[in-house]
Nanobody, 115 residues
Framework: QVQLVESGGGAVQTGGSLRLSCAASGRIFGINPMGWYRQAPGKQRGLVAITSSGGITNYADSVKGRFTISRDNAKNTVHLQMNSLQPEDTAVYYC?????????WGQGTQVTVSS
């Protein structure tokens, strides 16, 4: 069994910053791709940022230059530093890990950005 637990969400004003963290635990084998997705009300869940097992990162165009994904392989954690937050960043943010052809999701953490 694998569990992903997110933390760090909250409410901020436009231009503020938040740092999300995700800790993976359980039967984890090797270093696996991990990422962050988000889902706003009435919209589909979409990619925010991902990091490969080798540390290669990729970002959605809407967050490039503002968000930074990082990982600590020793702790099986992934972080998302979010700067210059905008109201359109408001969503539930989900941590994701792909391992041995399976996809695991966290329970999500709410990020609310007010103008």
């Amino acid at each position: 069994q694998v569990q992903l637990v997110e933390s760090g969400g909250g409410a901020v004003q436009t231009g503020g910053s938040l740092r999300l963290s995700c800790a993976a635990s359980g039967r984890i084998f090797g270093i696996n791709p991990m990422g962050w997705y988000r889902q706003a009300p009435g919209k589909q869940r979409g990619l925010v940022a991902i990091t490969s097992s080798g540390g290669i990162t990729n970002y959605a165009d809407s967050v490039k230059g503002r968000f930074t994904i990082s990982r600590d392989n020793a702790k099986n954690t992934v972080h998302l530093q979010m700067n210059s937050l905008q109201p359109e960043d408001t969503a539930v943010y989900y941590c994701n890990m792909n391992m041995q052809a399976r996809t695991y999701w966290g329970q999500g953490t709410q990020v609310t950005v007010s103008s």
